[in-house]
């Protein structure tokens, strides 16, 4: 009879310890999952030499801008920038990806640029984005004009119409062999200079 009951003591034992395992095993798969999910969302590109974080009502309206740009998502920061636009926003959308937006001294967002969505290569920079267009006659000779005007020296590789917020684009190759897209509004003025082929997420 004895023997019965210890045997039974011990299965009983045993089944409590597999499940204790199995929880701590599943705890921790879980805490990984979560871990990596938020270390993939929170990161965002690099701030360049020279920006700095906005504050007070300048970041309000700064964030303001953005999200009604970009509805729906969320601010991850606002700073100034170095790249043509007095202020810019990085934002997470709904979807999880990642975007800047560009915005101007009157606090009116100009550009929308997706992170990490292109890469670094030769003439073309690999690839026109979806839905645009090559700029021919009068507009494209005014959105090179306005590129080179910007960009001293450089040389302008294609124009062609912009799907990330701008009405035109021109992609230009500098002096010093970098390439850089220029955003130009409808009145054929440049609002935002971007370095071409960021880093990607997680790249």
Do not use: C
Request: proline share 5%; hydrophobic share 35%; glycine share 14%.
């Amino acid at each position: 009879m004895f023997q019965k009951i210890q045997k039974v003591v011990m299965a009983v034992a045993a089944l409590g310890a597999i499940a204790v395992g199995s929880a701590v095993v599943a705890n921790a798969a879980s805490n990984s999952g979560t871990s990596g999910q938020q270390g993939a969302q929170t990161r965002t590109p690099p701030r360049a030499q020279g920006e700095t974080a906005l504050t007070g009502d300048t970041a309000e309206k700064v964030k303001q801008a953005a999200l009604d740009k970009v509805p729906g998502a969320t601010v991850l920061r606002v700073e100034t920038d170095a790249q043509g636009s007095p202020y810019e926003a990085h934002l997470r959308k709904s979807d999880g990806s990642l975007v800047t937006v560009k915005v101007d001294k009157d606090f009116n967002a100009t550009a929308v640029e997706r992170f990490g969505g292109r890469g670094r290569g030769g003439p073309g920079h690999g690839g026109r984005g979806k839905g645009e267009t090559p700029l021919t006659g009068d507009t494209a000779d005014k959105v090179k004009q306005a590129a080179l005007d910007k960009v001293s020296g450089g040389t302008v590789l294609r124009v062609e119409t912009d799907a990330e917020g701008s009405p035109y684009e021109a992609h230009v190759r500098k002096s010093d062999g970098t390439e850089v897209v220029v955003k130009v509004n409808k009145d054929f003025e440049v609002t935002a200079v971007q370095e071409f082929g960021p880093p990607g997420p997680g790249g």
